[in-house]
């Protein structure tokens, strides 16, 4: 009976601890909002994204809260990310799955200024190079943070530490797609990226956007949406940007990219205030 019971609580302490171990950057402190500001939208440690153009940074920003109502401001260094999926964690730089060429480089992930948030800071990444992009999907990224600011509410530094604890760190879940368009703006208007591919291609939205609603506090300053295929198809596919809706009539800038295997193949920028569904940009491309 005592056996049997010690049998199973051994069992369960395995299995959570075998839960815990699975957990993407359990310690970690930092996290991803969304650009509402909202705590709400906080995202949980390990939260999935999709990487996307190198050199550039779409994520939800980093964040953190401080007692005393104070927040994160600048971050000034960051660390080697620790990479682990189906295999115990490793730096980036020393990881060698089997194929892998070149190795990654110690700084192959790190924090980029996120497109029209002013200075607001995102994950992102450099440009893969030989067969790296194969081996990114769906691993668990720990990216430490060891030099940042924390500012007060007026946005004054209170306080620049250093650290290279394990508390002080952000974790992703990665996610990479063959083609992914992406469309970024500079207010809170509403704009449309749709995309159509050869017959038998399936595009996905990306569920990460943040789309502006006109007037709602707190305003999103900044809008986004991305299309994806994760089994592309060979031919023709064609982009359309539309100007949906226009809150005050302003001109708004937007950015379009076209991603392939992770290397940014086409950069179009525009400016608009049209709004009324207006096509303000288009572009065509063949996949390969
Ligand atoms: C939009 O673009 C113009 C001209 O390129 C630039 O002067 C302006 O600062 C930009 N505004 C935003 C919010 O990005």
């Given at each position: 009976m005592f056996k049997s019971l010690f049998l199973i609580l051994g069992l369960l302490a395995t299995f959570s601890l075998h839960a815990t171990a699975q957990q993407c950057g359990r310690t970690c402190k930092f996290r991803l909002c969304r650009a509402d500001g909202s705590d709400f939208n906080l995202r949980p440690k390990g939260t999935r994204i999709l990487l996307r153009a190198p050199k550039t940074s779409l994520s939800a920003y980093l964040c953190r809260k401080f007692p005393g109502g104070r927040s994160l401001g600048r971050v000034r260094s960051t660390g080697e990310a620790i990479i682990s999926g189906k295999f115990p964690p490793v730096a980036i730089s020393k990881w060698r799955p089997a194929g892998l060429s070149p190795k990654f480089s110690k700084r192959y992930f790190k924090l980029i200024n996120i497109l029209y948030l002013g200075g607001l800071q995102g994950i992102g990444r450099i440009q893969p190079k030989g067969n790296q992009e194969d081996f990114l999907d769906d691993k668990c990224v720990v990216l430490p943070i060891t030099t940042y600011d924390i500012v007060d509410g007026s946005g004054k530094v209170f306080r620049t530490i250093s650290s290279t604890g394990p508390k002080d760190c952000v974790a992703v879940k990665t996610r990479v797609q063959p083609i992914v368009v992406e469309l970024t703006w500079s207010s809170e208007d509403d704009f449309d990226l749709s995309v159509t591919g050869p017959s038998g291609s399936k595009s996905f939205s990306n569920n990460d956007n943040v789309v502006g609603q006109c007037g709602v506090v707190p305003v999103v300053p900044a809008g986004k949406e991305t299309v994806t295929y994760d089994d592309p198809k060979n031919g023709k596919y064609n982009v359309n940007v539309k100007h949906f809706n226009s809150c005050k009539g302003e001109k708004t800038n937007w950015t379009l990219r076209l991603v392939v295997n992770g290397v940014t193949v086409l950069t179009r920028k525009g400016r608009s205030s049209?709004?009324?569904?207006?096509?303000v940009g288009e572009e065509d491309f063949f996949y390969p």
């Open positions: 049209s709004g009324g569904g207006r096509v």
